[in-house]
Each structure stands twice: as C-alpha cells, then as structure tokens.
C-alpha cells in the first residue's frame, strides 16, 4: 500500500518555527503535486500551500512570507518550513499528494490522492 507519514509538528511560541514533514511509501512511480492543508479547531480544512512536480508553488494569503513548501522527489518528502508563527496558525496539518502506484508488481500503476494521518502544531501566545 501507499501511505504518507507525517513528523514535525509541536508546540512552540508565538514568533518560533516549525518544520513539519511528510514522506510517501509504497511502490510509487511518480508523485505530481503536493499539499499542506490544516484544519483548526471548529473550523474548516482549508488549503496552506502547494508545490507541483513542477516546481510551482501556491500560498494561502495568510502564510504567504512565512511559510516556505519544499520536497525532496529522491527522498518522496515534502517539508513545510513555518517561521514566524502566529496562535492562529494552531491546526493540525495534513500532508496530501497525487501519485501514480501500484500494489503489486504484476499490476499497472493508478492514480490516487492520498492523505497523511496529520501532524498538530500548536502556537502559544
């Protein structure tokens, strides 16, 4: 099976850093775009930053300047650098990607979106 394992996250005070990441396992044959999205509490999942196999990346209004999408494709990891983080960047964060895999070596690669388990960062103020 294919999978995303997220690491990273914690607690840290408002102003400090965080780097969550997320790497993908499995018989992958290639990964297209990537995401960080983050839900808090009572709210909606809503959409952070992505980063596209081709390098171009897209930021939410409200993290653009502090927060950095990057991957690692020989590594299948995808890392959020957060810096000067506010209490309201507080979520859990989740890793999501299209990617071509396959379950068994018999079988032809297919298409799936795939989510990560989710990682919390909590900001104090």
């Known amino acids: 099976q294919v999978q995303l394992v997220e690491s990273g996250g914690g607690l840290v005070q408002a102003g400090g850093s965080l780097r969550p990441a997320c790497t993908a396992s499995g018989d992958i044959f290639v990964i297209k775009a990537m995401c960080w999205y983050r839900q808090a509490p009572g709210k909606q999942r809503e959409l952070v930053a992505t980063?596209?196999?081709?390098?171009?990346?897209n930021y939410a209004d409200s993290v653009k300047g502090r927060f950095t999408i990057s991957r690692d494709n020989a590594k299948n990891t995808l890392s959020l650098q957060m810096n000067s983080l506010k209490p309201e960047d507080t979520a859990v964060y989740y890793c999501n990607a299209n990617l071509y895999w396959r379950s068994a070596d018999d079988l032809p690669y297919r298409r799936s979106e795939v989510w990560g388990q989710g990682t919390l960062v909590t900001v104090s103020s």
């Open positions: 980063l596209t196999d081709g390098g171009s990346t």
